[in-house]
């Protein structure tokens, strides 16, 4: 791993490409995986989520790779982006053979919730928005408010008056010869606290401070601040992408991405909720040989983390 590429595309192989509507506050972001495919899996966290192909994830299951996974906006609409995907995918014969049919491409997708933040009608990504996402995947990866993190937003347990901005973040770590990145879309209900627990973003009250959201719930704070009034829940869900280059089997994988998903929930509080959509995949090229699943796990746990403060605090389309 380069020390430019301390990022997702820190393993080698894997690219990630964004498509951006900074005025409809949506986007889609793609991890294509090297020709061939990646071993892939998958933990569910949250309790709201959207999902297709995830079935592909399970490790009994008939597929046993992925070629790309995206991450979009536009709830279950954006669902309908992963054709783009499958059919830039197709025209390079990049999928799991099906004989004369030529191949299906395997492209695990989940959603998150980022309409109601423009003030316009929701916008969604299409087909062929993924489609330019595909074409601009590369090892040099953007971050902040690019891609699926263009509406991304934090801290709305009070009500959505009371939020921050979000956003992508990405990071990787190297271990002799493996390597484990993680690259995180931050839309949570909770606030995002740093390595001492310390709030960094979040819901603000009226004088300006954080207001602490899992306090502010734990003492009966009304979720959304009106919910129990009837309004809808706000717009959440957190998605995370973990990668190494490690040789893991596929239950070795899930394990990884449940540990992706115990550190997420130590930065960001509350986590996984009932209006969270939080979904963590976990790939592995298997360029190397087999490493041990604490070692990636530690990895995981120390890369995670940094991605999600990442996730606040980079400016919209740093590198």
Not at 104 to 129: H, S
Not at 257 to 278: E, K, S, V, W
Not at 302 to 318: H, K, L
């Amino acid at each position: 791993m380069s020390a430019d590429r301390r990022n997702l595309a820190g393993v080698a192989g894997i690219t990630v490409g964004h498509w951006t509507d900074p005025a409809g506050a949506t986007g889609c972001t793609v991890v294509l995986a090297p020709p061939g495919g990646m071993r892939a899996a998958g933990a569910i966290r949250g309790r709201a989520t959207g999902t297709r192909e995830f079935d592909a994830l399970d490790p009994r299951h008939l597929v046993g790779h992925a070629d790309a996974i995206l991450l979009t906006g536009g709830s279950a609409y954006g669902l309908g982006a992963a054709d783009g995907v499958m059919r830039w995918l197709r025209e390079r014969n990049r999928g799991f053979p099906v004989g004369p049919a030529g191949v299906v491409p395997i492209v695990p997708t989940a959603v998150l919730f980022d309409f109601g933040n423009t003030g316009q009608p929701p916008k969604w990504p299409t087909p062929e928005d993924a489609m330019q996402a595909c074409d601009a995947a590369s090892t040099d990866v953007a971050e902040g408010s690019v891609g699926a993190g263009t509406g991304a937003t934090v801290g709305k347990a009070a009500g959505t008056q009371f939020m921050m901005k979000a956003g992508i973040g990405t990071w990787a770590r190297r271990a002799g010869d493996v390597v484990v990145g993680a690259l995180v879309v931050t839309n949570a209900v909770g606030d995002v606290r740093d390595g001492r627990g310390e709030i960094i973003a979040g819901a603000r009250g009226p004088d300006g401070k954080f207001l602490d959201s899992a306090q502010y719930l734990a003492e009966g704070g009304a979720p959304f601040g009106r919910l129990g009034a009837g309004a809808p829940p706000q717009t959440n869900t957190t998605l995370a992408v973990v990668a190494t280059n490690a040789t893991l089997d596929l239950l070795a994988l899930e394990a990884l991405a449940h540990a992706a998903g115990d550190a997420l929930a130590r930065r960001i509080t509350p986590f996984g909720t009932l209006f969270d959509g939080d979904v963590v995949f976990a790939v592995s090229t298997a360029a190397v040989q087999p490493a041990s699943l604490l070692q990636a796990e530690a990895l995981a746990a120390q890369v995670v983390p940094e991605a999600v403060e990442r996730s606040v605090r980079i400016p919209a389309g740093a590198r």
